[in-house]
């Protein structure tokens, strides 16, 4: 499957933005997606994931409650929407997906099979 990432840009600390992460098949409800990010200097860093045909979320501690996962399936799209930003959230953000995870191994990058391309996302105090 091929992933595309969109919707990043600069926004004031408190702000929100919705990351899309859109795929290539019709099959996408059957893939596992996760969303990471990626400062500058640091590791890649789960943020959020989606089970199988959406049943269930999961979130990094550091954006319960402000970042929401979400799939549309008419539009074949996993939607990351991001709340009451802050300048920590800056960062490059991934989407991802693969067919087999199991749920200890959804926060685990080097488990997806497909990466989408980064988009920025930049949060200013």
């Known amino acids: 499957v091929q992933l595309q990432a969109s919707g990043g840009g600069l926004v004031q600390a408190g702000g929100a933005l919705r990351l899309s992460c859109g795929a290539s098949?019709?099959?996408?409800?059957?893939?596992?997606v996760g969303w990471f990010r990626q400062a500058p200097g640091k590791e890649r860093q789960f943020v959020a994931a989606?089970?199988?045909?959406?049943?269930?979320?999961y979130y990094a501690d550091s954006v319960k409650g402000r970042f929401t996962i979400s799939r549309d399936t008419a539009e074949n799209t996993v939607y990351l929407q991001m709340n009451s930003l802050k300048p920590e959230d800056t960062a490059v953000y991934y989407c991802?997906?693969?067919?087999?995870?199991?749920?200890?191994?959804?926060?685990?990058?080097?488990?997806?099979?497909?990466w989408g391309q980064g988009t920025q996302v930049t949060v200013s105090s």
């Open positions: 991802a997906a693969d067919k087999f995870l199991i749920v200890s191994s959804y926060s685990d990058a080097v488990q997806y099979d497909y």
């Open positions: 098949e019709r099959t996408y409800n059957r893939y596992v």
């Open positions: 989606l089970s199988r045909n959406g049943g269930s979320r």
